[in-house]
């Protein structure tokens, strides 16, 4: 309970010095799913086809986190320090794993997660690639293999040749549908091997540029790709594998830091873009994308989320592309991009603003794609109005050469009227869907709500009713109260059918201030409409004095009776709310007029409590008079109408 004090004494002198007082006043084509990973960092990627898994390296934390196609982690692998490559045996029975800081290759079951075997190598291991069920793994600028397929592994290091191997890593690539070829690169260098035999023979070398951070090879065995293209400009270079001689490379965005091809030949090409799209997919030969993908900004910059260097695989199947993104935070996200290969058509829809119901309209469109579906496509088309919300299948529309199509409809009912055509996309055109709503005119009807603007008692049950007038179908009305103040939202009192005379009745408590609002949704014939009524509420205010040593009347009021060094204590209980204080007065009684002297308001305690202490007069012979009152906006908030409590006399004797 909080308790101020006011003068008697103060407020006397001032009422004797003046009989005039005034009183006081009071103061995003997005990736299709993401998951965040659990890493620091990205050594390489890996998609087992078999088991639907993604394995990805964390050598900063010494890990292999391992995911499901969704991204949900379902294993993780530790006590793998620095571990950057991986690889698949051709039969997905294990995955191999170079763990730089202990010299040594392991293998891990793909069904069990277990690791199966470890294998010392020499050097700190790098990249990975299994040809022909040998192992070939990078060693700074040198690369060598392992051969696992006897009673004793067989290693084979120094395997580069007389290729000048200058750069800080080797980057190594090979296919499972070209046999016996591995592509070795290191700073500006990339040579072509041949490793039908237990070492690797070169069969060419030649020049890349010093930026690449991952290097393929295409399944038909014709080209090796490189992240970043020689000659100026952004693209991923593209070489002859019989002399590593440059071709046309793909068109990429600044700055190139990916390339992967799938099974199918697709190449997708990734780029370290804060501004652009991050992964580019081209049919083979095809410098135009087939779609693009543009990761989205989680971080606290203006630039979005970046592809990490070399951070994307292909699903065996190509249904599916993995790209690992970071953001400003340093948090690393598995994005899933379905569908990479198929392009993304657009279909537009166009159908009239307004029309009137049950006349015909006419809805166009048109379908397009980088390379257009085929003239007489089928397109499903669905109306969804206030008597379908789920909406009514229509005749087909038939795409022309160009990918326009219309057709037209009589809609049987008024309200939002939308039309949605889709396009169910084939082996090379993703789905695609567009639509468009037409305002259908309706009738209007009669709706009103009682009460509105009248004051009652705090806590009154006050019964609202809405009365709908002439209607299609519908004759349910909704009665939302909402509270006045920002604690308390709308609530919905009632849904219900309104009665024989067109009524419907739900009761509020008037704690509050409230805005009740009758809904009718509206129906196939006549529009929705919205009706409503601001009814008030009067504050709770009661106010009990002590300290007293007996009451008794004075003409028609009652007075406390005080001794005249005796501080009365007036506490008010009002209804809280935050923030809430109490206006309390003071006036004295001089000369047969009662004359304020003092108006201050007092907070509240969260229990509702206000303590007064007025300070006794010292003197005999006083009457004064105290009231504690709800001023709405002055008080500390606008949640109650204004309410004045009951005067409380009192006098000061001996």
């Known amino acids: 309970m909080r308790r101020r004090s006011i003068s008697i004494a103060t407020a006397l002198a001032v009422v004797l010095g003046s009989a005039s007082l005034m009183a006081g006043a009071a103061g995003t084509a997005a990736a299709d799913?993401?998951?965040?990973?659990?890493?620091t960092s990205v050594g390489d990627m890996v998609v087992d086809g078999a088991h639907q898994r993604v394995y990805v390296s964390d050598p900063s934390g010494g890990k292999i986190v391992v995911t499901d196609y969704s991204g949900t982690v379902k294993a993780t692998l530790t006590g793998l320090s620095g571990v950057t490559g991986l690889a698949l045996s051709a039969d997905s029975g294990q995955v191999y794993a170079a763990v730089k800081n202990s010299d040594r290759i392991i293998a891990v079951d793909t069904g069990t997660y277990a690791q199966t075997a470890s294998y010392p190598v020499g050097d700190a291991p790098s990249d990975l690639e299994v040809v022909d069920g040998r192992i070939w793994f990078s060693q700074n600028t040198d690369f060598g293999s392992l051969d696992v397929s006897g009673a004793e592994p067989v290693v084979h290091l120094a395997q580069r040749g007389d290729v000048g191997f200058y750069g800080g890593s080797t980057f190594l690539a090979a296919d499972p549908s070209v046999p016996g070829v591995l592509v070795a690169g290191s700073g500006s260098d990339l040579a072509v091997y041949d490793v039908t035999a237990d070492g690797a023979t070169l069969r060419a070398k030649g020049q890349m540029d010093s930026g690449v951070k991952q290097l393929d090879l295409t399944p038909d065995g014709r080209q090796v790709l490189t992240s970043w293209g020689s000659g100026g400009g952004y693209s991923i270079g593209a070489y002859s594998t019989t002399d590593l001689t440059q071709q046309t490379g793909y068109p990429d965005d600044a700055y190139p830091n990916a390339v992967r091809v799938a099974p199918d030949g697709t190449v997708a090409a990734g780029s370290f873009s804060w501004y652009d799209p991050d992964v580019h997919i081209h049919r083979p030969g095809d410098p135009v994308p087939v779609r693009t993908y543009d990761f989205p900004n989680t971080g606290n910059s203006s630039g979005a989320d970046t592809l990490v260097d070399g951070a994307l695989a292909w699903a065996p199947d190509s249904s599916r592309l993995f790209a690992v993104s970071e953001n400003t935070y340093g948090t690393l996200t598995l994005r899933t991009l379905t569908d990479p290969t198929k392009e993304l058509p657009t279909l537009t829809v166009s159908a009239p603003s307004k029309a009137d119901r049950a006349k015909k309209l006419t809805v166009t469109g048109k379908?397009?794609?980088?390379?257009?579906?085929?003239?007489?496509?089928?397109?499903t088309v669905t109306r969804t109005d206030v008597e379908s919300p789920k909406g009514k299948a229509l005749t087909a529309a038939k795409t022309k050469a160009d990918g326009t199509f219309s057709f037209t409809d009589t809609p049987p009912a008024g309200g939002k009227v939308t039309y949605k055509v889709s396009y169910a996309g084939d082996a090379t055109h993703a789905a695609a869907s567009g639509s468009d709503a037409v305002a259908v005119s309706r009738k209007s009807t009669s709706l009103s709500l009682n009460n509105n603007g009248k004051l009652y008692a705090y806590g009154k049950d006050v019964t609202f009713t809405a009365h709908l007038g002439t209607t299609y179908k519908n004759r349910t009305v909704s009665l939302y109260a909402?509270?006045?103040?920002?604690?308390?939202s709308r609530k919905l009192l009632k849904t219900a059918k309104v009665n024989s005379k067109g009524n419907v009745s739900a009761t509020v408590d008037m704690t509050r201030d409230t805005t009740v609002t009758a809904v009718f949704s509206g129906d196939a014939h006549y529009a929705d409409r919205t009706v409503k009524s601001v009814a008030y509420a009067k504050a709770k205010v009661s106010t009990?004095?002590?300290?007293?040593?007996?009451?008794?009347?004075?003409?028609?009021h009652t007075y406390y009776y005080f001794h005249k060094n005796t501080d009365p204590v007036l506490t008010t209980t009002m209804n809280y709310y935050k923030g809430r204080s109490q206006r309390f007065e003071l006036e004295v009684y001089y000369q047969g007029t009662w004359y304020q002297t003092d108006s201050?308001?007092?907070?509240?305690?969260?229990?509702?409590?206000?303590a007064v202490r007025l300070e006794a007069p010292g003197e005999s012979g006083i009457l004064a008079r105290t009231r504690s009152s709800y001023v709405n906006g002055t008080s500390g908030d606008n949640v109650n109408s204004t309410t004045h409590g009951a005067w409380k006399y009192f006098t000061f004797t001996k």
């Not at 799913?33 to 890493?39: D, N």
């Not at 909402?482 to 308390?488: H, I, L, V």
């Not at 201050?600 to 206000?610: I, M, V």
């Open 33 to 39: 799913s993401a998951k965040v990973l659990p890493v």
């Open 367 to 379: 379908l397009t794609s980088k390379v257009r579906p085929p003239a007489g496509t089928a397109l």
């Open 482 to 488: 909402d509270p006045f103040g920002s604690d308390k």
């Open 544 to 556: 009990a004095v002590s300290r007293h040593y007996k009451t008794g009347k004075i003409g028609s």
């Open 600 to 610: 201050e308001y007092f907070a509240l305690a969260p229990d509702g409590t206000s």
